[in-house]
């Protein structure tokens, strides 16, 4: 169904998640006609899934490629979620809540990491953690924390963004899958989708897990590739928790609300297949369960599973096709889609309109050494 009629387009964005609507926005906001086309509903899949974390769980592990794009997004999210809000009245809960990594085995690199990036770091002992987080079970060794860490409520942050777009004039065509790219010359003239042929200037191809799958016979192999993650939701009173707390590669992220996420698994061999399973609940009951204790007494609101764009080191590719002139991609974010879309669609944007780019497109293009 189209949500909003479509129109004449100058940009086609394939995929409607974080990035395919952030990249809509700002194209929108210079001018450009822009149509939204997802396979599903609008927002609804790994963007929808995901924790809203504005940082790499492990930032000293992290390909500068990736910190880079980080580091800039972290720039740009106040004022923009500022101005969503103001614009739409949906708050999208940016909130600095900060970030504990509990029993960090790793803390000369991880401060060396802080020190460089000019990032606030704290050692904090395990009865110091104790005052910060009076609820947490009581860590073996030291822990990080790192105050200047922010989240978003990723689902407010989607309605938000359609809100936008809506009052942007941007057409949302929904449930239409593409099903194939009329080409001719070198350049694609139309998208097909069951309602019909879908023309513009150019296309964006933002399709996240499902890009490669999608691309099959226009472009090499990709390796975007669907990685499952499981996550559940407590419902708590405000405040039993404060920080996003991070173990290993798990996590607990508190709400304004007192809802408390505890996730995820990673499943690589899953394909697209996003049924939740009781041995994943049990994983992250036990581990959400043994660092907050209270969660025991706590009713678990919705366990659900997203998929994930992976790819091998979590670079994603922002670039033009190689022989679709007017086709370009913005892809393969695996778990940092959100703490890197502001920056990730600001590039993409500028090669769209052929600007300077803020920050060097080498490292994201298809033919670089990821």
């Known amino acids: 169904m189209n949500s909003i009629p479509a129109q004449a387009a100058d940009v086609i964005v394939i995929g409607g998640g974080i990035i395919g609507l952030l990249t809509a926005r700002m194209l929108a906001r210079e001018g450009v006609r822009v149509t939204v086309i997802d396979a599903g ?72 990491w802080c020190e460089r990036e000019a990032v606030e770091v704290h050692r904090t002992s395990p009865d110091a953690l104790g005052t910060l ?62 309602s019909g042929l879908h023309a513009a200037d150019r296309f964006v191809v933002a399709a996240g897990a499902w890009t490669a799958k999608l691309l099959n016979g ?55 297949d996003k049924t939740t399973t009781e041995a994943a609940r049990a994983q992250l009951s036990a581990f959400a369960q043994e660092l907050l204790p209270p969660l025991q007494d706590a009713a678990v609101l919705r366990h659900w599973a997203g998929l994930r764009p992976g790819t091998p080191t979590g670079i994603p590719y922002i670039d033009y096709h190689p022989t679709l002139q007017n086709l370009v991609l913005c892809a393969g974010h695996f778990r940092n889609g959100f703490v890197m879309a502001p920056a990730s669609c600001h590039l993409l944007a500028e090669l769209i309109l052929n600007r300077e780019p803020m920050l060097p497109p080498a490292p994201y293009r298809l033919d670089a050494s990821h």
């Open 41 to 112: 509903r609008i927002g609804n899949q790994s963007s929808w899934a995901g924790g809203g974390i504005l940082s790499p769980l492990c930032p000293w592990h992290t390909p500068e490629p990736i910190t880079a794009l980080c580091r800039l997004s972290q720039q740009m999210y106040p004022r923009l979620m500022a101005s969503l809000h103001e614009e739409t009245g949906v708050d999208p809960e940016w909130t600095r809540t900060g970030l504990v990594f509990v029993d960090c085995t790793e803390t000369a690199q991880a401060i060396a």
């Open 133 to 194: 987080e009076p609820w947490l079970s009581h860590p073996a060794g030291e822990s990080l924390w790192l105050p200047s860490i922010a989240q978003v409520r990723n689902p407010r942050l989607l309605r938000s963004l359609r809100a936008s777009l809506a009052q942007l004039g941007v057409a949302l065509v929904e449930d239409q899958p593409v099903i194939a790219f009329e080409t001719d010359s070198g350049r694609v003239t139309a998208v097909r989708t069951e």
């Open 218 to 272: 226009l472009t090499p192999a990709l390796p975007i590739a669907p990685v499952k993650g499981q996550m559940l939701a407590y419902g708590t009173a405000p405040g039993l928790l404060s920080r996003i707390v991070v173990r290993g590669d798990r996590y607990l992220i508190p709400r304004r609300d007192g809802v408390i996420l505890a996730g995820s698994t990673v499943e690589a061999s899953a394909g697209f």
